[in-house]
Nanobody, 125 residues
Framework: VQLQASGGGLVQVGGALRLSCSVSGRSIEAYTMAWFRQAPGKEREFVAS????????YYADSVKGRFTISRDNAENAEYLLMDNLKPEDTAAYYC???????????????????WGQGTLVTVSS
């Protein structure tokens, strides 16, 4: 499976960005999808995840109310709409696909076996 993340860039505080992740080699329709991020000098952390039917969405407390995860199974893609961006949101953002079908994979990185290359988001003040 291959994941290609895009949409990162430089944005001012309070601005918005929409990240996209295109998946090939596996249909995403049966899998939880997620976004993680890694800031310079820090460990990778969970951002958001969404179940196969979009019935459940889970967010890190730090982004709740500002970020929205979505998916389009027909397009084999997922998205992350980021609003009201803060300097602490600066990081490389990675999309991920869960290892197991029809399971809620949550926030653990170990539950995901396919990763995108990362797209850099820089929030300037």
């Amino acid at each position: 499976v291959q994941l290609q993340a895009s949409g990162g860039g430089l944005v001012q505080v309070g601005g918005a960005l929409r990240l996209s992740c295109s998946v090939s080699g596996r249909s995403i329709e049966a899998y939880t999808m997620a976004w993680f991020r890694q800031a310079p000098g820090k460990e990778r952390e969970f951002v958001a995840s969404i179940t196969w039917s979009s019935g459940n969405r889970y967010y890190a407390d730090s982004v709740k109310g500002r970020f929205t995860i979505s998916r389009d199974n027909a397009e084999n893609a997922e998205y992350l709409l980021m609003d009201n961006l803060k300097p602490e949101d600066t990081a490389a953002y990675y999309c991920a696909i869960a290892s197991n079908r029809w399971q809620w994979s949550g926030s653990s990185q170990h539950a995901y076996d396919g990763w995108g290359q990362g797209t850099l988001v820089t929030v300037s003040s």
